[in-house]
């Protein structure tokens, strides 16, 4: 799959793909005959999962280290599975404080509707 279609696919452009091969993150891409990338359908799943932690906060070297364990194989999949799970752990503190925050703005939301002679903002 040529990197026109796999930024179509993933949302992300040909610069960001290009800087995450550079990182390490994405290995061992073919080339065609013409020089061009050729991507592999198991290349867009990990790329699609590193857009996913990109996206949820995960740093570039908690990235580059799954990548690493992920290229080390079986032997390595509990403590790449462990880096999943903290970082699940992670989005769901998140989560809980994002909702805490909405709370917070919807009780504003309507205590603010709720004064409309009011002049004074919280």
Known sequence: ????SVCHLTGLGKTTLRYYERMGLIKDIP???AGHRDYAPD???WIALIKRLR???MP???????????????????EYCHILENHRNHIQRLLRETETHLRVMEEKI?????????????
């Open 1 to 4: 799959m040529k990197i026109q």
């Open 31 to 33: 080339r065609d005959a």
């Open 43 to 45: 290349q867009l799943d």
């Open 55 to 57: 996206a949820t906060g």
């Open 60 to 78: 570039m070297d908690q990235l580059q280290k799954l990548a690493k364990l992920r290229e080390e194989g079986e032997k390595s999949r509990r």
């Open 110 to 122: 309507q205590a603010c509707l709720k004064k409309k002679t009011s002049h004074r903002h919280e």
